[in-house]
């Protein structure tokens, strides 16, 4: 069974520029969580997807948005990067919504510049 | 947001100790969870918490929920080089499905 799969794994972007991060969950999974790893904030939970809903959201500004498809594919979007944005983007997927058998992958680096 | 308090930051254990971490929070959880991160790597699931008073093992780890709810503990026996990495509480809530994660303890494991 194939693990969840995060594209791009590095990403270098100039602040003011917009990002799109994808994530496939794992076969048969519908909900998926975004989370931000920074070094200072440790990890923080972004927004969760079920069924191509956003059911819960953290507290972060209104330039992170993101999506899900159909097929359970999400992305995440940040609109006019700042400097801050660095950090590393990890999905997590999950069978159903608020299911603790959350299962996460490699993440993507994002750096601002 | 919540605060969960992991501690201690770091260690730094021979090869063959036991390790204990804890996790606390001022708000009562229904759920905790332990994660290991690899560099480079996304968090993986160590054990998941469903009760208060439950104890859970999962080979050489044992995690506990706390009594108050507010707590959780981590020990990891006979540790071994493969078990460096940070290790991450989360919990969640009793309303709401978020989960919340504490801010890590780093594991040093010197043969």
């Known amino acids: 069974k194939a693990g969840v799969t995060q594209t791009p794994r590095y990403l270098i972007k100039t602040r003011g520029q917009q990002v799109t991060l994808s994530c496939s969950p794992i076969?048969?999974?519908?909900?998926v969580s975004w989370y931000q790893q920074t070094p200072g904030q440790g990890l923080q939970f972004l927004f969760e997807?079920?069924?191509?809903?956003?059911?819960n959201k953290g507290n972060f500004p209104g330039r992170f948005s993101g999506r899900q498809f159909s097929n359970s594919r999400s992305e995440m979007n940040v609109s006019t990067l700042e400097l801050g944005d660095s950090a590393l983007y990890l999905c997590?997927?999950?069978?159903?919504?608020?299911?603790?058998?959350?299962?996460f992958g490699q993440g993507t680096r994002l750096t601002v510049v | 947001g919540q605060q969960l308090n992991q501690s201690p930051q770091s260690m730094f254990i021979q090869e063959g100790e036991d390790v204990s971490m804890n996790c606390t929070s001022s708000s009562i959880f229904n759920t905790w969870l332990w994660y290991k991160q690899d560099p480079g790597e996304g968090p993986v699931l160590l054990i998941a918490?469903?009760?208060?008073?439950e104890l859970t093992s999962n080979g050489r780890l044992t995690a506990q929920f706390g009594i108050t709810r507010k707590d959780s503990f981590l020990n990891i026996s006979a540790s071994i080089p493969s078990d460096v990495g940070i290790y991450f509480c989360?919990?969640?809530?009793?309303?709401?499905?978020?989960?919340?994660f504490g801010t890590g303890t780093s594991l040093t494991v010197i043969p």
């Open positions: 997807y079920f069924s191509e809903t956003q059911r």
């Open positions: 076969s048969g999974h519908r909900s």
């Open positions: 997590a997927s999950s069978p159903t919504t608020g299911n603790t058998e959350a299962f």
């Open positions: 989360a919990g969640q809530l009793e309303t709401g499905n978020q989960f919340y």
């Open positions: 918490l469903y009760k208060a008073g």
